[in-house]
């Protein structure tokens, strides 16, 4: 089970971390994603961290403002987001693979949250 938090309204420019919580054994098999949904949109993938190794991934639109990190031992990954605009507006959610692939294909994970709404707006 993967529970996210940390979601709320913010200007522009202003910061937000984001909170992944998995619950179960194994957490640092997993690959997890961070994904986002505006409104009449797809889901998009934006960042990723891989199992114990923790490489990453960011997609080009958030690269040098979001920085994704996790702590094994408390099961947790999180999505420290800077400088945000009005565009990253949507509901982020945060998913996990078993494994050590680096991907942010939203078809390629098994097990989702159900998400936190970020709002920037002045």
């Known amino acids: 089970q993967l529970v996210e938090s940390g979601g709320g309204l913010v200007q522009p420019g202003g910061s937000l971390r984001l909170s992944c919580a998995a619950s179960?054994?194994?957490?640092?098999?997993?690959?997890i994603g961070w994904f986002r949904q505006a409104p009449g949109k797809e889901r998009e993938g934006i960042s990723c961290i891989t199992t114990n190794v923790g490489g990453t991934y960011y997609t080009e639109s958030v690269k040098g403002r979001f920085t994704i990190y996790r702590d094994n031992a408390k099961n947790t990954v999180y999505l420290q987001m800077n400088s945000l605009k009005p565009e990253d507006t949507a509901v982020y959610y945060c998913?996990?693979?078993?494994?050590?692939?680096?991907?942010?294909?939203?078809?390629?994970?098994?097990?989702w949250g159900r998400g936190t709404q970020v709002i920037v707006s002045s």
């Open positions: 998913g996990a693979r078993w494994g050590l692939h680096a991907t942010i294909d939203p078809e390629e994970y098994d097990y």
């Open positions: 179960g054994n194994s957490f640092d098999s997993y690959t």
